[in-house]
């Protein structure tokens, strides 16, 4: 993705979203967190208007003739399948992570 970061570092670490120690400790986590979330009447107003927009799995159809869409995706035969080997945990999380 070619974009500019929505927030510049000073801002994450003014908010405290963001805190660099250079001895690698572990982070306390962030108390800027949404507790409870209640569903507005507009919300319930959105799901019952467009419900058939949840339904189903996996299904797009298209609005005018109500035709299910397929999409197929073309691979290359000669391509190799690659299983990436487990990625090392960082040396200051060995020791909670055993924990």
Excluded: W
Aim: proline share 7%; net charge negative; charged share 30%.
């Amino acid at each position: 993705m070619d974009s500019p970061p929505l927030l510049c570092k000073n801002t994450l670490i003014e908010l405290g979203m963001l805190k660099i120690e250079p001895q690698g400790t572990l982070k306390e986590t962030n108390k800027l967190r949404i507790h409870s979330v209640k569903a507005t009447g507009d919300v319930e107003a959105i799901l019952d208007e467009y419900k058939e927009v949840f339904e189903g799995i996996g299904c797009i159809q298209d609005k005018n003739t109500g035709e299910e869409i397929e999409v197929k995706l073309e691979i290359d035969p000669e391509a190799i399948p690659v299983a990436q080997k487990p990625r090392h945990v960082a040396y200051h999380l060995q020791q909670p992570l055993k924990e």
